[in-house]
């Protein structure tokens, strides 16, 4: 039977240690999130996740989501139970402003929990996710009207939202979409097309859905120029603001996916469905990409979360599978065997997913606690630098750790031989569910070109060159420590090699744009290998700096972090040499065939 | 739709300009397969898995197995047809010596035309292909009236075969295992006990089928040395030979899978059936690997064939799907879009796959090579060097080229988005289909320890010392060559990783065996890169030499050549010296750990 704990020692560790939060309560929200507070949240959290969703995640796989004649869509026996809990714990509004019903907390608190939700059950917790970013859309985007109308009903979850981009012929490339918006006399749009993809967008756990749908007003500008975007609720709300009128969109079908059965993935129909504008004309891009940078990081954490629940089963069955002897002499000489982890393979897997679990928790906590600072803090420097690396590392936390996710479930499930690929032990539902976190919310291609074309130069390359300052001066000064400068050695290594190939970027891809392209996966990865390597040493900094003060029962628990991070920093980090290889190596050879000789 | 087209001019390519075939005309069979004999060949079993196997691909994804009430097994609509066809074809005993009614033709053609098989169809494939093992056994290991019994009925397929080694508590370490063997007065035995996914353990494919089973008969030692090998036919046989009455072996249930659902994979149950031994007693794993070694192969190359069909998947997409602007202009004006595979990081995946698949199958279908001349030459000297090469192989070929057949199943996928994730595409079924490779017939990790701790140090490491000296002297005597020069100077240097981590082994390993298992699954993937490497610079030689000698039309093939080989070696080779560096960091940090502190 599958098993899942909340990683909530680690938690707190990273946020009080290695993030030492305290020192940011000074940010609105953050005086109410003390170190007490933080493990009575995370606890409650830990609760919720293991209890209530966990349960469910074979169900929901089973299971999956029906959809009725009369296009009405169930979800599986169980979910509608478990989202309650979740909306009615408050949850969902954990960091949004009190005005509209939430707690206003840390948005880093709120990602901290969220790793316990999508571990659990990953498509459950995709419904309160795409509300999430409907909410953060509306937030910054709406009017002082569409705030009022739909926030508090969404905070409390009792309505929900979704994302309606995709259309059959357009995916990356929203500049091709034909949905269609026609003016009506009293402001209001009705939107025709067919959208595709859509996840949670139709189902019985809420009294309404607000869909948010990208479409292009008659008469707009070709390509991303003409796209705005629209409120499209399920139910259009009364004179009362209660859900009232049916509107003219509904769910042709739900999609046969190779995984996340539990979320309801449709083929959504409008046909004249009243829509209206949110943010102002052919702006719709904008408004949208909000909601998306919001999302990428949700998918990011997602990979996060499940290569954590995927770990934690291969190590309770590393442990229990008795298989062979130990290389170095029988380490169970009772039993009949010794268990397989014993075994260095067996370690190596468990110790490469363990050494990126931890440290992309990390990168991902640091993260959104940039987030928080640039969405509240005071001062303005601080807010534009936060700001700055938030921007810079949406992509490549998007894409290396959904990339990391679903290599990791791999692993996981690798080590439960051909019982991790029967459906019993729920490795492979681990793998089918990570699957889909490397393409949705922007191939991770795409996320390679975004951080290679558009992050990398923003503003004369300040983010970048902020962060490498910030990593080399974090080298600078702890290369004498004894400890520490195994990891900054390590550290300033991979460094470099991001260095040389940001400026090898500078020098070939400006006037040869395809260098660019044919570099940008390796060198999304190459800076992911950085930046968590970076978490590394700084983890171990914590570590170190806690077991001097004297660890007491934390003693074990820091000394791991070390032997881990060394892990990291002797086996992961060397692949940024490769990385940048294959960057230099340039765009010519792959360039050279015809399309008809592949 | 998903396409499929077996690639017949690679194919004769490589047996023809690479592996120069006819130059081993003295062997036995070989005089047969001309150059036109292996052009008819190769295109009558295209034709086969394109019109036959591969038509049913999704239907038995989507289909499966059934198994009834009585414990009878259906599989899916249409596969008893095409096995038919297959079966009739004479492909099963292809390179079967005539007196059992095969064709004794070379081993090396049908490996090439096994591979279009398994690409068509992979869960078909693998009733003959299991059948084929079987037939390897009973061929080495069996009596001559256990030949006489089984072989002619088998070669014919009317009658399939099984390998039931894995027990519910062991699979890699089947020292544990305890199905019983009880000797009759007869001769005979009783075996009992229960096996676990047993491929095509039961079906309605064939008239009998005739299961080797691993037991223990009473008394036997404990561990490895008390296991011996045993027939168990489904029907026993009567006196005229035909099948007679029912044997106590049934299905118990088939297990419900991450893929390969056409083939029926059983829990099988021995309740005293009757069983003839077969080799000696207590020699059973002995005739087990004969068995095994061929399968090894088999599913080494089912991770090609994977691949290649995803791969010609993703690039009929690629060139269809209208999406983004090429960097460096349209290349497409009046379109909306211009077709992906005008994108860098596109090509990027689908050159990965390529350079892989062409460089894989050479690999591939030179070790069958290795085993044509291991068994058939009369000269003792290129015998033993065969056998050498082919032994040293053998997890080589398994581990990494399915290790890169799913890799490589996946980065197809990504090629499709959001289309990949849904079953419609065939994408996500490739990528199911193809994780079991790594896994059956020995896990990965199990090659990777077969390899360091067994193949290595064999006769004072005489394998491998000899490939070096063929590598090395192959990259010495074209170091001068203008074209060629640029493959021996990458693969010299991989090469130098690889001779380096062997050394390294030697010097830290002996001492403290986990240092060979921390670096194992490293080292079997060095050794891979430098072996495809070798490939790919004797496939630029053949090319080379094609071009020198008037290419004709193949010259925009032969061309193509170069190119893919020129990637191989600028963006793949580089990942050498990574492997070597997490070899030579050793066990120590990751057996630090207590099982607790995971």
């Known amino acids: 039977m599958p098993t899942y704990k909340a990683p909530v020692a680690d938690t707190l560790f990273i946020l009080n240690d290695v993030l030492a939060l305290a020192r940011h309560n000074n940010l609105p929200g953050f005086a109410d999130a003390s170190a007490d507070m933080l493990e009575a949240i995370a606890g409650e959290a830990a609760r919720l996740a293991e209890e209530a969703l966990f349960p469910l995640n074979r169900v929901g796989d089973q299971e999956g989501c029906t959809r009725h004649d009369d296009g009405t869509v169930t979800v599986p026996k169980g979910f509608k139970e478990a989202y309650d809990l979740y909306r009615a714990g408050g949850w969902i509004g954990l960091a949004v402003p009190e005005e509209f019903g939430g707690q206003r907390l840390p948005y880093v608190l709120h990602t901290a929990v969220g790793e316990y939700m999508s571990s659990a059950n990953m498509s459950l917790m995709m419904y309160p996710g795409l509300t999430q970013g409907a909410i953060a859309a509306i937030l910054v985007h709406g009017s002082d009207e569409q705030k009022a109308a739909y926030l508090p009903k969404m905070v409390e979850g009792t309505w929900t939202g979704t994302m309606n981009l995709t259309e059959p012929h357009c995916g990356t490339d929203l ?120 999302a990428r990081l949700g998918v990011g954490l997602q990979g996060l979360s499940i290569a954590e629940a995927a770990y934690q089963n291969a190590v309770a069955y590393a442990r229990e599978r008795l298989q062979g002897r130990s290389l170095s002499g029988a380490k169970n000489p009772e039993g009949k065997a010794d268990p397989i982890i014993v075994h260095p393979d067996v370690r190596r897997a468990l110790m490469t997913i363990k050494a990126w679990a931890e440290g992309g928790r990390a990168f991902t906590l640091w993260t959104a606690l940039k987030s928080d600072i640039a969405h509240r803090s005071d001062d303005e420097t601080a807010r534009q630098a936060a700001d700055d690396t938030l921007s810079l590392m949406t992509p490549i936390l998007k894409g290396v750790l959904t990339d990391k996710g679903f290599e990791h479930a791999v692993m ?141 029962e934390r003693e074990d628990f820091l000394r791991n972090k070390l032997v881990t991070g060394r892990f990291f920093m002797e086996r992961l980090m060397p692949e940024t040499a490769l990385r940048k290889a294959r960057i230099e190596a340039g765009a010519e050879t792959m360039m050279e065939l015809a399309a008809e000789a592949f």
Chains 1, 2 share one sequence.
């Open 412 to 552: 996981a499930q690798q080590i439960f031989g051909g019982h991790g690929y029967i459906e019993e032990h729920g490795m492979s539902q681990y793998v089918r569910d990570a699957r889909i976190a490397m393409i949705y919310e922007g191939a991770n291609g795409i996320q390679a070109l975004d951080l290679v074309g558009r992050k990398l130069g923003l503003n004369g390359g300040r983010a970048v060159m902020a962060l490498f300052k910030e990593i080399g001066d974090f080298c600078e000064e702890n290369r004498d420590d004894e400890t520490l400068s195994f990891f900054t050695r390590h550290l300033k290594k991979g460094l470099n090699d991001l260095q040389a190939s940001t400026m090898w970027f500078m020098q070939n891809a400006l006037a040869k744009p395809d260098n660019a392209g044919a570099g940008s996966t390796d060198y999304m990865h190459l800076f992911g290998l950085v930046v968590v390597g970076y978490m590394w040493a700084r983890i171990a900094k914590a570590a170190q700096a806690g077991l001097a003060a004297g660890a007491g």
């Open 175 to 294: 500049g091709l979409l034909r949905t269609r918006a026609v003016p009506q006399a009293d402001g209001s749009y009705k939107i025709s097309g067919q959208k595709i993809f859509i996840s949670a967008g139709e189902h019985d756990m809420s009294e309404n859905i607000v869909h948010l749908v990208l479409a292009r007003i008659e008469g707009a500008p070709e390509g991303t120029k003409g796209i705005s975007l629209f409120i499209v609720p399920k139910f259009l709300l009364a004179d009362d603001g209660a859900p009232g009128a049916r509107n003219a969109v509904s769910c042709g079908a739900i999609e046969h996916k190779m995984g996340i059965h539990g979320n309801a993935t449709c083929v959504m129909n409008y046909d004249g469905a009243t829509g209206f504008l949110i943010g102002p004309e052919n702006k719709g891009l904008n408004a949208m990409f909000v909601m998306m940078n919001e």
